[in-house]
Nanobody, 125 residues
Framework: QLQLAESGGGSVQPGGSLRLSCEIS????????IGWFRQASGKEREGIAC????????AYRNSVKGRFTISRDSAKNTVYLTMNSLNPEDTAVYYC??????????????????WGQGTQVTVSS
């Protein structure tokens, strides 16, 4: 059973930055992709970034390209989401999730079988 735990959420002013962490309870992740999703109040959960752990390939939702960066630290079994130039539309609960695959990652929740509990990000002045 894979377990994921997000941390690093909080409140920030528009234009600010946050780094979210996703710690994964597995020593080897080469056959997994990790995705970051978010769900704003009253909206559906959407994929925003993902990374193939083995080759480091990434994908991003258009609305976060150039502002968000997904990265991995294999030694720490941790995937990060660095978020810059935050705006109020980024306010949501952010989740990380794992998909057992060696293919390029896909930001569709149906492919992800393991999920963290989520961390709140609020962008407000």
């Amino acid at each position: 059973q894979l377990q994921l735990a997000e941390s690093g959420g909080g409140s920030v002013q528009p234009g600010g930055s946050l780094r979210l962490s996703c710690e994964i309870s597995r020593s080897t992740l080469d056959d997994y992709a990790i995705g970051w999703f978010r769900q704003a109040s009253g909206k559906e959960r959407e994929g925003i970034a993902c990374i193939n752990i083995k080759d480091g390939s990434t994908a991003y939702r258009n609305s976060v390209k150039g502002r968000f960066t997904i990265s991995r630290d294999s030694a720490k079994n941790t995937v990060y989401l660095t978020m810059n130039s935050l705006n109020p539309e980024d306010t949501a609960v952010y989740y990380c999730a794992a998909d057992r695959t060696e293919d390029p990652c896909i930001m569709q929740r149906v492919f992800y079988d393991w999920w963290g509990q989520g961390t709140q990000v609020t962008v407000s002045s």
